[in-house]
């Protein structure tokens, strides 16, 4: 049972390149979302799913994109990178709320945009 | 707005104290986690609170729920210098698309 996988766990990329963070998680839950995480600032939502073909903005959607094909993968879009987007990305995965579950969250992806 | 408010954001304390951490929540909601992250590492599940008046305790750590407050509180008993970590609450808010939302964080130092 490996949990929550996120690939790459370090990426540097060039401002105005593209690249997709990846998530998949092999335990089943409906619920996916990535944060990202900077310093003072905690974690901040980017986008959320409540199940495959259903995604939704959270808070700092701006800049990236998400798709959920399937119940196990939910990869991150960086359309076009800006410094602004340099932090740690975490992908996050649960049963739904009403199921009592928790999050269990991937080991974080650090991105430095140049 | 959707806002999840944590203080302290920082705690120095001895070890063999008593503290206590809040979390306040700007609207509804029945379901609130807690959460640990050491240094350079991914968030740990400490606690889920599903209801109003929920308690959890697990070792020197003890969470409550007020959903009348709109409050949560994290409890630490005897501190010991292994819960020197960051510790964040999260709030799901259900009538607002279910989206979870995070707190700043509380940096949690303990003193040997």
């Known amino acids: 049972n490996a949990g929550v996988t996120q690939t790459p766990k370090f990426q540097v990329l060039k401002t105005g390149q593209s690249m997709t963070l990846q998530c998949a998680q092999d335990m089943n839950h409906e619920y996916m979302s990535w944060y990202r995480q900077d310093p003072g600032m905690g974690l901040r939502l980017i986008h959320y799913s409540v199940g495959a073909g259903i995604t939704d903005q959270g808070e700092v959607p701006n800049g990236y994109n998400v798709s959920r094909s399937t119940t196990e993968d939910f990869p991150l879009r960086l359309l076009s990178a800006a410094p602004s987007q340099t932090s740690v990305y975490f992908c996050?995965?649960?049963?739904?709320?009403?199921?009592?579950?928790?999050?269990?969250f991937g080991s974080g992806t650090r991105l430095t945009v140049v | 707005e959707l806002k999840v408010e944590q203080n302290p954001l920082f705690l120095s304390m001895q070890e063999g104290k008593n503290y206590t951490i809040y979390c306040n929540y700007s609207t509804t909601s029945d379901r609130l986690y807690w959460y640990r992250q050491d240094p350079g590492k991914s968030l740990e599940s400490l606690f889920v609170?599903?209801?109003?008046?929920a308690v959890k305790q697990e070792g020197r750590l003890m969470a409550s729920l007020d959903t009348k407050a709109r409050l949560s509180t994290l409890h630490i008993t005897a501190a010991v210098h292994d819960l020197s970590a960051t510790y964040f609450c999260?709030?799901?808010?259900?009538?607002?698309?279910?989206?979870?939302?995070f707190g700043k964080g509380t940096r949690l130092h303990i003193l040997p």
């Open positions: 999260a709030v799901v808010f259900l009538n607002r698309d279910d989206k979870i939302i």
């Open positions: 609170l599903l209801s109003n008046g």
């Open positions: 996050a995965s649960s049963f739904s709320y009403d199921r009592g579950g928790g999050y269990t």
